[in-house]
């Protein structure tokens, strides 16, 4: 039994509820110095797929290698480190978030997609405001994500990415990866909000740590939930983003929680420690 598979087993069976599922996968970054094995190489799908649709299919146990090559959100290739946030030319090949863009637009042939720059300039996000119409997801009336891209660009300011880019590979697997036994550097967890309170409780039960969650609206797998625990070290709780709910469809009653490795250990071990002073499954809609 792989290591993460062992510490998820174990933080289930401390919730003691029988059947309980929680939704997980696990993140590991390869740096353009590293060497990806050949059990991960083989996991590198050849059709595209956003960072939300890598970490639902994770979940349900298909492993995800994402690339520069593969990866279906330029917004979620800028937050990994896959390319440049400055970089003038669109990614080549078709990508999921921008076919959605070249479907609506009409364009055909015309379509251009938008390079990284266009999104770090706030154009993307303001679509309506920027007058690119080509850029909307939502037809003619679309508002864009922000105002202008003033708004946008303030709003990015917050969003963590690996800038300059170092990345070469994000490897999202399930825990019944077993092909190879890998350390994770970021664990995610979908979860209901009952669920998300005993984790918290575990996690405060041995640390007496508060979480501070930071969230938006926008690469909230990506950069909330995957690149900001990454780069902070912290555990941090978010919403799932238009992407995830529309492109991935993530279920109306699920939060996302993220954290490094060691901080599941944490929640795991808090959670077998506390059991008796937090009974789980007498929490309404625990068994549900």
Do not use: W
């Not at 109306?252 to 993220?258: A, D, E, I, T």
Request: with cysteine; hydrophobic share 40%.
């Amino acid at each position: 039994m792989s290591t993460i598979n062992n510490l998820y087993s174990q933080m289930i069976d401390a919730m003691g509820v029988e059947d309980l599922e929680i939704p997980m996968n696990a993140v590991k970054f390869y740096t353009n110095d590293d060497t990806i094995p050949d059990q991960v190489m083989e996991n590198h799908p050849s059709i595209s797929l956003t960072s939300c649709q890598a970490a639902k299919q994770a979940c349900l146990g298909d492993a995800a290698l994402l690339t520069k090559d593969n990866i279906g959100c330029i917004a979620a290739a800028i937050t990994f480190g896959l390319v440049d946030k400055n970089q003038e030319t669109p990614l080549e090949g078709a990508r999921v978030y921008t076919e959605i863009m070249h479907d609506q637009s009409g364009l055909g042939n015309d379509f251009k997609a938008p390079s990284p720059k266009d999104f770090t300039d706030g154009i993307v996000y303001a679509c309506k405001d920027a007058g690119r119409p080509d850029f909307a997801l939502f037809g003619k009336d679309d508002s864009g994500r922000f105002k202008d891209a003033e708004t946008a660009k303030k709003a990015m300011a917050d969003m963590l990415a690996i800038q300059p880019p170092t990345t070469k590979g994000v490897f999202l697997y399930s825990r019944e990866y077993d092909d190879i036994d890998l350390i994770p550097d970021v664990v995610l967890l979908n979860v209901r909000p009952v669920e998300l309170t005993r984790i918290i409780q575990a996690y405060q039960f041995n640390t007496g740590k508060r979480v501070n969650a930071s969230m938006g609206g926008l690469r909230v797998i990506n950069s909330d939930l995957i690149v900001r625990p990454y780069l902070t070290k912290e555990l941090n709780v978010s919403t799932y983003c238009l992407g995830a709910r529309l492109i991935a469809e993530y279920e109306p009653n699920r939060l996302g929680v993220g954290m490094p490795f060691n901080i599941f250990e944490e929640i795991v071990k808090g959670m077998a420690d506390s059991k008796t002073g937090f009974p789980f499954p007498n929490y309404p809609g625990a068994k549900e």
